[in-house]
């Protein structure tokens, strides 16, 4: 198998996940401005999401281009990241609809850290294919990016019981710190081709 | 990243967005006649917002024909269209659910005046990634399509608490002056060879 | 743009429409033997619309196989088409939730009645892009089965208010009918071939 | 008409059946533990699910590699598998919300059943296709691993009446099986080339 089905069939499962999120936002009952107040937290915490599985989508793109062998594992840990992300939508919905209570922030963040984690199981995978001189283990380094977002979303699932507005300023943050463009697969690229 | 992936992408995320909508349709509990008329403004709805995603999937094509490098702020400003076509479902379901009353045709309004200023903003972020001579600008002029269409939905907001019906008649003749062919990017192509 | 994008596309949305259909299937609230049995009606309406659209999926690909040019008329054409198969999630939901009750029958039977009349418009449109000495002209010659099914889709829908289950028959019938190969097209192709 | 489309399709309804599972998981009322407790075998249902569907998905691909000619009965044997697919959802959200019980747990292996013989017509339909000698003939052998899992599937199904747990656990016995890598596609291939 090559790495296009992979990568068709992950942006198929991704394009699917960012919109039917969407189908979580209800049209309020009323028509008056006073019941549109209550779908901010819901329509916030979308807008969180669809940045999410953009970047997601962004670097697994990046990421699958180092791959040239779609080993099980590979296979595996990418149906693995796709399951994580696919929780996204239902998180999302529980936490917009209940106002970013303490448990459902806490449940998104743990969503978030698991996807995390998959994608670092993905990247390692990855590196296994390639043998020594791995490609995308030069790019990554220590990974210092990956381990840095999995510690903030710990952070984040901790505080959420009791300041789960912190939690959500520690999600946001990691999706800024991931929104900044990221260079390092393309600079090894560079410079392998020099 | 080529443009192969990023209109892939967006095929699919236009593909489920343009197919969702229906589940807005919700089947009347009785079986007469009389429970079908009620359906008339969500299904009227369903049309207006199938027929701007047929556009905008159309003119999309076109516009990224014109680009040949994704840069970030083209990726980026291409999710953000997204990001707001993904709303129309829900402005849809909400409109007709609502029979085209005030707030939620403002509403509408207000998602395709966003899509339509995310639009400009994509044009711009090519149209900087061709650097000077830019097929795209030339194409383009002064676009006063794009900027007429803005200028309308305003108005179709505005009037919207007094008149939605007639606001609704603005946002249908803008996807008509938008259905009738634009021939400006294929112009530029032709002159080009030629 | 060529016919791969429009078949992309339309790929796409038709396989979101097979798909979604499913969610108007509810599991019901009990556990026993007798919640079943009145799901029975909304699983055979699944089903007639699942062998509808696949039926649709794979005309439509040999219809689009003839056409080498998209005019705008083929491109809007198609998204005709696509718009009444949307609706048929909505129509087959409505027709099983009733119990093949009548008014649910002939709206289902009216929205297979106008996704046939824009198959046949797409077809003319296609023709029409072809100029004289059309390939898909000679494909189809009168359009019997066309017509045919035009004229059994109406009088199902004249039916549905007496005999509802006669409608569904019909509706029946005709899947049967294009169920059949049809090798018009393909008889067309190695003739010029040869 | 190429495997390829008939593959992309595939992948198509794949990705959105894999995905749309999610929304039969519903957000809790409350957002305390004790809310979260009874979500638990809806999220079991829907782990299980999503990783049969990866399993389909991934012989699939192997099983359509082996294909060189769509026939007829190959186009629609395909269609019969994605059909029973596509009720996975609706089975997943059944059982999940009624904790196991038993019609639903029989239902859900029921679709399994129903999937895996289809999977054997297309299988079958696929050799006819190719004619003597056989490719995919002689790589499937007497076919144990497909005959096994029907086996099971039917002792699953008939178990659930009394011992609904027993039921579930040969589901996840049969996902296991599967899931272990199944080279014997990729065996045959190998041996041709040398």
Redesign the interface.
């Known amino acids: 198998?090559g790495t296009t089905?992979l990568?068709?069939?992950s942006?198929?499962?991704?394009?699917?996940?960012?919109?039917?999120m969407?189908?979580e936002?209800k049209?309020?009952a009323g028509?008056?401005?006073s019941v549109?107040a209550p779908l901010a937290p819901a329509f916030l915490s979308y807008?969180l999401s669809?940045a999410y599985i953009?970047i997601y989508?962004?670097n697994h793109?990046?990421l699958l281009h180092t791959c040239n062998k779609v080993t099980?594992a590979v296979?595996?840990s990418n149906?693995h990241l796709?399951?994580w992300l696919?929780?996204l939508?239902?998180a999302t919905?529980?936490m917009g609809?209940?106002h970013f209570?303490?448990?459902?922030t806490a449940?998104y963040g743990f969503v978030l850290l698991m996807a995390a984690l998959a994608y670092h199981v993905l990247q390692k995978a990855i590196i296994r294919s390639q043998g020594s001189d791995s490609l995308l283990e030069r790019a990554l380094g220590r990974d210092w990016k990956g381990k840095i977002s999995i510690a903030v979303y710990v952070l984040g699932i901790l505080s959420a019981s009791w300041f789960p507005m912190l939690a959500q300023g520690l999600y946001l943050a990691v999706a800024i710190f991931w929104?900044l463009?990221d260079t390092r697969i393309e600079k090894v690229f560079h410079s392998r081709e020099t």
């Open positions: 198998m089905r990568e068709a069939f942006d198929g499962v991704l394009a699917i996940i960012i919109t039917i969407v189908l936002l049209g309020p028509n008056t401005f549109l807008v669809f953009g989508w962004n793109h990046h099980g296979l595996w149906l796709l399951f696919s929780l939508p239902f919905g529980w609809e209940n209570a303490s448990l459902p449940t929104f463009p």
